[in-house]
Nanobody, 116 residues
Framework: VQLRESGGGLVPDGGFLRLSCAAS????????MSWFRQAPGKEREYLAG????????NYADSVKGRFTISRDNAKGTVILQMNMLKPEDTAVYYC??????????WGQGTQVTVSS
């Protein structure tokens, strides 16, 4: 499966963004989907995950209450709604998917920059 993120950009402190990840090339609803991010000089960080049916979600403490993951299996997309963004949220954001909770497939990433 190929994954492609979109929706990144530059926003002010306290702003919001909606990231989208479009999947192609395989049956989307078999995959557990996740979002990660990586800031310069830091390790890749898990942010959120969603199961195949969208009935279960999981969040890292750093984004819980601010970010929401969702999916539309008919459209083959997974969304990360990001609210109350902070400068420390600045990073490249990646969509990932796999048949287990360990992702196999990765997108190329989209840059999110939050200005202070």
């Amino acid at each position: 499966v190929q994954l492609r993120e979109s929706g990144g950009g530059l926003v002010p402190d306290g702003g919001f963004l909606r990231l989208s990840c479009a999947a192609s090339g395989s049956t989307f609803n078999v995959y557990i989907m996740s979002w990660f991010r990586q800031a310069p000089g830091k390790e890749r960080e898990y942010l959120a995950g969603i199961n195949r049916s969208g009935t279960w979600t999981n969040y890292a403490d750093s984004v819980k209450g601010r970010f929401t993951i969702s999916r539309d299996n008919a459209k083959g997309t997974v969304i990360l709604q990001m609210n109350m963004l902070k400068p420390e949220d600045t990073a490249v954001y990646y969509c990932a998917g796999g048949l287990s909770t360990t992702p196999t497939y990765w997108g190329q990433g989209t840059q999110v920059t939050v200005s202070s």
